[in-house]
């Protein structure tokens, strides 16, 4: 098993960049204490911030046209995993890894779950999948999984769904997160209130074997497979369901899975609001997909998230506890690299957040005074907290500039003759 990035490398990196972040860092905790901002507090908060790792995003993704493969990718959880503990090793941000069923499985979950506390990782949410068939699946997905027409075909996607709650109470997990691309192609395909009744029908069973700890995320999506409608399209279907369902159920907000120009970050404080956020999956769009890293095209969009996040925590909402994930395909880029990225770009968001001066912006608010509080949000947003994200990276032990140690190390490389390339291997997106 591969033991991740040499630890000597790692300081021999930050050593060189150690003079430029101590200046750097200094300079901005003076920044901040003219805006009476202690970074020492807000470096604090930082460093107990944490994104779980998809399991299917260490693979290369690829589109519905083609998919390249890269070099040396993982053949199995257990690489998969190996590829979670280097990002983890070198950003410090991402302690937990969320495993997707079936493409996870293996024979031996207590040696899996051993693998993970080796490399200092734990288990996110277990995500089911009943939008693919799978190897001597007795029924097809085809035309839809827990709401599909036939009984035999919804029972068989609910008891994978209890399989996953299974397998992640072994693992240690407490969250499922359920997403079905049902929906249809065709106007008049589907009769949209049955298909709801079916889903509710359908996740009533599932969230009926829920253990008491547990949580189950519903994750909405505007479209794609389906093309002409899906059953839980938006946090409206969502909510309903949730609601139905009880107070274990909540809304999963997938930052890609909504129509263009739709303010998300409003739909984050009405689900904060209703006590029903589950968490995010995190990643960024440009025309409708969801497949770009996040905050890679719209960072003010992903740190206005944050503000409602941390607007929240502040004001202590109650039963306020969202779960963080990335979601992310990633086409073009080293996985890894790309994750240990976005790892910090949504790091940055929230640090970026924590800077608002809530009783400023309170004020500016009930005074009317729209300016005042637009330049607010801009002033923290446009602080650069780079210095302090490296600070915590690096008094966790991890590398000040992730992806240089990275290449320095030659670990794709050594994947790649590790791992000879398999059929089927990479990833995927939901
Ligand atoms: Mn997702």
């Known amino acids: 098993m591969n033991t991740g990035i040499d630890a000597g490398l790692v300081a021999s990196h930050n050593d060189k960049l150690q003079h430029h972040l101590q200046n750097d860092y200094q300079h901005l905790g003076e920044q901040l204490a003219r805006r009476h901002i202690d970074i020492d507090r807000v470096r604090a908060q930082v460093a107990a911030f944490g994104v779980a790792i998809p399991s299917w995003g260490v693979g290369t993704g690829g589109t519905r046209f083609a998919r390249f493969p890269g070099p040396g990718e993982p053949r199995h959880v257990f690489d998969k995993l190996e590829d979670c503990g280097v990002i ?123 253990p008491a700890d547990w949580r189950m995320f519903l994750e909405h999506k505007i479209n794609e497979p389906a093309f002409y409608s899906t059953v839980i399209q938006d ?32 739909i984050v404080a009405r689900l904060v609001a209703a006590g029903k956020l589950a968490g995010f999956h995190f990643n960024d769009s440009k025309y409708g997909d969801d497949d770009l890293d996040a905050g890679s095209v719209s960072p003010y ?42 790892a910090v770009q949504v790091q940055r968001s929230y640090a970026q957040a924590l800077l608002v001066d809530r009783d400023a912006l309170d004020a500016a608010q009930e005074a009317n005074d729209a300016m005042t509080a637009t330049h607010l ?8 907290v780079t210095p302090l994200l490296q600070q915590v990276r690096r008094d966790a032990g991890g590398a000040i500039d992730p992806v240089a140690v990275y290449r320095a190390s030659g670990y794709r490389r050594q994947a790649a003759e590790a791992r000879p390339a398999v059929a089927g291997g990479g990833g995927g997106i939901v």
């Open 88 to 210: 983890h090793q070198l950003a410090r941000a991402t302690p937990t890894v969320s495993l997707h069923i079936p493409w996870d499985k293996c024979s031996d979950w207590r040696e899996l779950r051993g693998a993970a506390t080796a490399l200092g990782l734990s288990f996110d949410a277990m995500n089911s999948n009943t939008f693919s068939d799978q190897k001597d699946q007795a029924h097809s997905y085809k035309f839809g999984s827990l709401t599909h027409t036939d009984a035999g075909t919804r029972a068989q996607a609910v008891a994978h769904n209890l399989e996953c709650i299974e397998i992640g109470r072994q693992l240690g997990s407490t969250a499922l997160t359920v997403w079905v691309g049902d929906g249809s192609n065709f106007p008049g395909q589907q009769h949209f209130r049955r298909a709801f009744d079916r889903y509710l029908d359908s996740t009533r069973q599932i969230y009926a074997a829920l």
């Open 235 to 266: 946090w409206g279907s969502s909510y309903l369901a949730a609601t139905a369902l009880g107070p274990q159920a909540q809304c999963l907000v997938d930052l890609g899975h909504h129509a263009p120009n739709v303010n998300i970050e409003m």
């Open 301 to 342: 969009r992903l740190f206005l998230v944050f503000n409602e996040l941390v607007a929240a925590a502040h004001e202590q909402v109650p039963g306020f506890d969202p779960a963080y994930m990335l979601d992310q395909s990633h086409n073009v880029t080293d996985p890894i690299e790309s994750l240990m990225t976005s």
């Open 377 to 384: 949000l801009k002033a923290a947003f446009q602080t650069d």
